[in-house]
């Protein structure tokens, strides 16, 4: 239709078209307080993989006290300090602090932060063809309360008294009482405020994300045409300004009763030696307030990781991702019922028994959209042309650990069976699968893939590959075991299983899965290899290396701050043209205008051509 | 002088490693294949995919059916136990086949739809029949699975029936305490405010009931004969389980809950069953409690139903055993107390009428 979209589209644009005031930032404004939203997606990336490393080894050394509890640990003293007995053998409160940090920092710092906080801020401008982030400042903003949440943290990991130790899920009277357990002492506090930061942090990136969507799509970019990634983004973004709120409120609470001596949580203790005054609190109503967070903070942490496999799978099948609108309409019906499923946490809590079976019944229904997903990638992959880059295979592997940890959800949502294991290594083995390692694969899938765009330079593929099935066997090897285990009773969060009969199987079974995590954990470092080697010493990536469709890949090799030199492109179809019948090449980028493609448009097709 | 030399040896496993990762990539840039944006070894990825899949069934097979050392399904001695296992293996046996079905697609397709030269893929953006198909198959199983486990969940849940055995298990940091109701079969009040270091579980003596209730050293309950376990905690959260009894319930400080179940096999059965002439029902602790929350071992007894009335016969109320707080029951209720409690020299009697309490508090 004009002169500028052809230019456009013929990638012809020089970057003497720049409309934009070019001036050179200095390093600390360029790199570290940096609005551009391609350098805070990159720090939230590395942060983010420090702390996967961090959380990787705490659950190293805790498999190894599982798996060999025998085992002399003498040779972490020097890290670990006194937490390491002076016969090697660990601390029992260590134990539970590195279960609880292992958790915490694995959920909100690498699933939540380290991939929403990098896929969302590097990929919403960029494939909606947006200059940056609707708030530059709030995206700063954004990532510095997380370091700053970051810092606490990993203070907290070094006081004397230990860091929080009672579980992830914090709940009291367990967390709010110094006399329960050392690390409800000042290490609980530091969580609590590391975690307040953390929230404002999310909320930041979230108002910025959903802001972003709604009003700097590219003309054209009609929310029909958004790629599915950006779909995700855009609804988890929405899924955590809901919910993290509620969970500022929970944990506000819990502060009030720790230091302020009210009593919402708590009521009838005694506890060392003595009753406390505290009457009328109900630990049940933390529960309730932490899951209306915490499950959706679940689909929170797979969400995105279900967004890039939607756009890898379609462009490395060379075939659109099938059932497009039933796509979004799942992500929207997932996160409808994300907010009303919560309490099938709480099953055996001394809840209503009714109010247990409408939360059972409702939490059943959310299988049927995460069904449909996996059936609709099953299906892409059907008849297609597949080619198997890294970021394909961890995109298969993802499908197929939501698959094995998803079916495993019918069991603990069903509240009967629930009851016997509910807390057991089968809720571990379950939501590892389908959560951890099938979101953490998402984050992985999504780097190997957006890397060269990243970077301006290609990942090593035979370092990938080697990556990917070592990770891919070795997560099946530590968690599918564990469902054996699980259905044998053994409880969770467990120093060691020697003082029960009925736990003194599974030994050599434990010892086998304690070896599979060390593996698993130790081919991580391939990937670190291959990713900060090839930052610097890479091949220099094509402009295009997947040959996908959407629009991050009409940018420069290494996009400045404001992405695209010249004018923003202009969006004509959907991202998801590959191998249509009668088109020269196998894709069809989303800027090209259908009356550039008459040998391929459908009959409604040449009907829009007409008006571009 | 050992461990300088493992290091040694790991920094040069890590030289030769790189070394190899640098002369391969420089191979690859010599061959200049990347012209091709398909990956050399696409077809190998493919194999390998269909390997996996039939090594995970085959291995996954093996373990689920006998090849692992140890048995992971714990024989059930409950009612409702009978009831949640039929429901656990239908549902395992659903989710088992969509298991096996979904993984033969997604790596079968794979292998068999790898890139090919002169392969195009099938353009097939949207089938509203085959989407409505596989979402209204789940729902309708779904729907099934959901149907049956209400209706064992509420049978479970529902109130314990008339004349059940009644027992309360208190959890503490790091262990549990148990009381009978005594000949009278009612447990009496108890109130956190008169916890001590004898009176573990606060009992409140102003309570008639309390006078003949018992703490024992471990719990016994009578095979087929509902058991109700009134459950709390004093300090923090603990979780009553027992995997044989397919059993588990929150202990929640300040909000008393319950479970109620039928064993079905005594411990003895239990022995012969398992063979293992040592067997005992274990009360477990499963919900995190502190540093000593995997030691929370409590042996249960399942008894016959006559040894069991003849164990709770011979039980002495815990009033006996620590007379001293007959001063804190009402002045009134002392005498009534004593005979309950079957003390024959109340030390109240000797002492001037008002005592104050002693040793404890």
């Known amino acids: 239709m004009s002169i500028t979209d052809i230019q456009v589209t013929d990638e012809a644009v020089h970057g003497d078209d720049h409309h934009e005031e070019h001036h050179e930032q200095s390093f600390i404004f360029k790199y570290i307080f940096s609005t551009d939203h391609k350098t805070i997606a990159k720090q939230f990336l590395i942060t983010g993989i420090f702390w ?139 969580w609590l405020v590391s975690m307040v930061f953390f929230i404002a942090s999310t909320l930041l990136g979230g108002i910025n994300y959903i802001t972003t969507v709604i009003n700097l799509r590219t003309e054209g970019m009609t929310f029909r045409r958004m790629p599915l990634t950006i779909w995700a983004f855009f609804i988890t973004a929405v899924l955590g300004l809901l919910s993290f709120p509620v969970l500022v409120a929970c944990v506000l609470l819990l502060v009030f009763d720790r230091s302020f001596g009210t009593s919402f949580y708590l009521s009838e203790i005694f506890i060392g030696g003595e009753a406390l005054p505290n009457l009328g609190g109900s630990p049940i109503l933390f529960q309730h307030l932490f899951w209306f967070l915490g499950h959706p903070e679940v689909y929170i942490v797979i969400l995105p990781a279900l967004g890039i496999t939607s ?73 297609g042309n597949l080619v198997f880059t890294p970021a394909m295979l961890f995109s298969i592997g993802l499908v197929s650990f939501f698959i094995s940890g998803g079916l495993t959800g019918l069991f603990l949502g069903n509240a009967a069976i629930d009851i016997n294991l509910h807390d057991t290594y089968f809720v571990v083995a379950h939501f590892h699968l389908v959560m951890g390692s099938a979101a953490f694969f998402g984050l992985l899938a999504g780097v190997y893939h957006w890397f060269p765009k990243m970077f301006g330079r290609m990942m090593d593929e035979k370092l990938g590959y080697i990556h990917f099935w070592l990770t891919f066997v070795g997560v099946y090897l530590v968690f599918f075991p564990l469902h054996y285990i699980g259905i044998a009773g053994f409880p969770r969060r467990y120093y060691s299983f020697t003082n029960f009969d009925a736990f003194s199987s599974f030994v050599d079974l434990n010892s086998f899965v304690t070896v599979a995590a060390i593996i698993t954990f130790g081919a991580q470092f391939i990937f670190l290899f291959n990713f900060f080697y090839n930052i610097f010493k890479g091949k220099k990536a094509p402009l295009n290396p997947w040959n996908s469709n959407t629009l991050e890949w009409t940018t420069p090799r290494v996009p400045e701050h404001g992405n695209w030199p010249g004018e923003i492109p202009k969006v004509y179809r959907w991202p998801y043209d590959y191998s249509k019948p009668g088109a020269e090449d196998d894709f069809i980028p989303q800027t090209v205008p259908y009356h550039k493609t008459k040998e391929s448009n459908t009959d409604f097709e040449n009907e829009e051509s007409k008006k571009e | 002088m050992l461990n300088t030399i493992i290091i040694i040896a790991a920094i040069l496993i890590l030289v030769i490693l790189f070394a190899i990762f640098r002369v391969s990539s420089l191979v690859d840039v010599i061959k200049g294949d990347s012209s091709t944006k398909i990956p050399s070894s696409n077809g190998t990825q493919a194999n390998l995919l269909l390997l996996f899949l039939i090594a995970g069934l085959v291995g996954g ?47 079968g397709f794979s292998w068999k739809y790898q890139h090919r030269k002169n392969q195009v893929a099938y353009f097939y953006p949207h089938n509203n029949k085959l989407e409505m198909i596989w979402t209204i198959i789940p729902a309708i199983v779904l729907a099934a699975l959901v149907f049956t486990g209400w209706k064992a969940w509420m049978d479970i849940t529902r109130e314990s029936p008339e004349g059940s055995e009644v027992i309360e298990i208190m959890g503490y940091q790091y262990a549990w305490s148990v009381r009978y109701p005594g000949a009278d079969n009612v447990l009496g009040d108890y109130d956190y405010l008169k916890i001590d270091a004898t009176n573990q579980m606060g009992i409140d003596f102003s309570d008639r009931a309390s006078f003949d209730d018992f703490i024992p050293r471990e719990i016994h309950v009578p095979k087929g004969k509902p058991v109700r376990f009134n459950i709390r905690a004093r300090d923090v959260i603990h979780s009553v389980y027992q995997p044989h009894f397919r059993l588990q319930m929150n202990a929640v400080p300040g909000m008393p809950t319950q479970f109620w179940f039928e064993p079905t096999k005594t411990t003895e059965e239990m022995r012969t069953e398992t063979k293992n002439p040592d067997f005992q029902y274990e009360l477990v602790c499963n919900k995190i409690c502190g540093q000593g929350h995997f030691a929370m071992r409590y042996i249960i007894v399942v008894d016959e139903l006559e040894d069991y009335k003849e164990w709770f016969k011979s039980q002495e109320p815990w009033l006996k055993q620590n007379a001293d707080y007959l001063t804190e029951v009402p002045a009134k209720l002392r005498e009534a107390a004593s005979i309950a409690a079957g003390i024959e020299n109340p030390a109240y009697l000797d002492a001037p009428n008002g005592l104050t309490i002693s040793g404890s508090k």
Do not use: C
């Open chain 1, 52 to 190: 996967a490393i961090l959380g990787g080894g705490l659950s190293v050394i805790f498999r190894l006290q599982l798996g060999f509890p025998d085992m002399n640990m003498g040779f972490l003293q020097p890290f670990l300090g006194d937490w390491i007995s002076n016969s090697g053998k660990l601390d029992p409160e260590f134990y539970l602090a590195m279960i609880t940090m292992h958790g915490t920092i694995m959920v909100f710092f690498v699933l939540t932060a380290g991939l929403s906080g990098t896929f969302s801020n590097y990929l919403i401008p960029l494939q909606l063809g947006a200059r940056d982030m609707a708030s530059g400042f709030m995206n700063l903003l954004s990532y510095w309360f997380f370091f700053l949440s970051s810092v606490i943290m990993f203070i907290s990991m070094f006081l004397s008294t230990g860091p929080a130790s009672g579980g992830w899920t914090i709940y009291p009277p367990l967390s709010a009482l110094p006399q329960a357990m050392s690390g409800s002492g000042m290490g609980m506090t530091l």
């Open chain 1, 311 to 383: 756009e890898v799978i379609s462009t490395n099948s060379r075939k659109p991702i099938f059932g497009y609108t039933a796509m979004i309409g799942s992500i929207l019906a997932i996160a409808f019922l994300s907010f009303i499923v919560w309490a099938h946490h709480m099953f055996i809590t001394g809840m209503n028994p009714f109010l247990g079976s409408i939360f059972m019944f409702l939490t059943l229904i959310i299988a049927i959209p995460s069904a449909v997903k996996a059936f609709n990638y099953i299906t892409t992959l059907w008849k």
């Open chain 2, 61 to 107: 097979g093996y373990y689920s059916f006998g090849g692992l050392e140890d048995d992971f399904v714990l024989p059930v001695a409950s009612k409702h136990g009978v009831i949640t296992d039929t429901l656990f293996w239908w549902t395992m046996a659903i989710t088992g086949v969509v298991f096996i079905v979904t993984h033969i697609f997604l790596f």
